[in-house]
């Protein structure tokens, strides 16, 4: 549920203050401390996960409903010319902050932030072969 030593938790059930954009039950919005560009910001959901391997299917439908709310709001109110979900899973993906969170980045045209990555050149066989593992 809780974990008393999650920064995550704390902010989601309102025993640290946050700037927040949105509240249920389950969730809570907040703008990022960090932010990539103005208007970035954090689904937090109140009970603990670690990342999305053990976030409940229950949760995992709310965030992303939350998510399309928060993307129409800003598109709405910031008037951003678009919006990038990411969602890090462990370190190796860039996961700081060990409390499943979805970030909503409202993004602008020349707003000189970088997301994505090199795209490789895989031949045939190897995306064959990729294929018929996760498959
Ligand atoms: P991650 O790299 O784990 O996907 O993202 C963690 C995010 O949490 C970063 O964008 C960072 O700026 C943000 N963050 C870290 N600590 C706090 C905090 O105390 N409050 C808020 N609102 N955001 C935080
Ligand atoms: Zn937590």
Redesign the pocket.
């Known amino acids: 549920m809780k974990d008393n030593n999650c920064?995550?938790c704390k902010?989601a059930n309102g025993e640290?203050p946050?700037?927040t954009i949105e509240e249920n039950d389950s969730l809570r919005v907040?703008?990022?401390?960090?932010?990539?560009t103005k208007g970035?910001a954090?689904i937090l959901p109140k009970n603990h996960s670690k990342n999305l391997y053990d976030l409940s299917e229950e949760t995992a439908t709310e965030v992303i409903r939350m998510a399309k709310k928060v993307a129409l709001k800003m598109k709405e109110k910031l008037n951003c010319d678009g919006v990038n979900l990411?969602?890090?899973n462990e370190e190796a993906a860039?996961?700081?902050?060990?409390h499943f969170?979805m970030?909503v980045i409202p993004r602008f045209e020349n707003d000189g932030q970088v997301i994505g990555w090199k795209p490789g050149q895989p031949s045939a066989e190897e995306l064959d072969a990729i294929c018929d593992l996760l498959k």
């Open positions: 920064i995550f902010i640290i946050s700037r907040v703008l990022d401390v960090g932010p990539a970035h954090l990411v969602q890090n860039g996961q700081t902050v060990f969170h970030h």
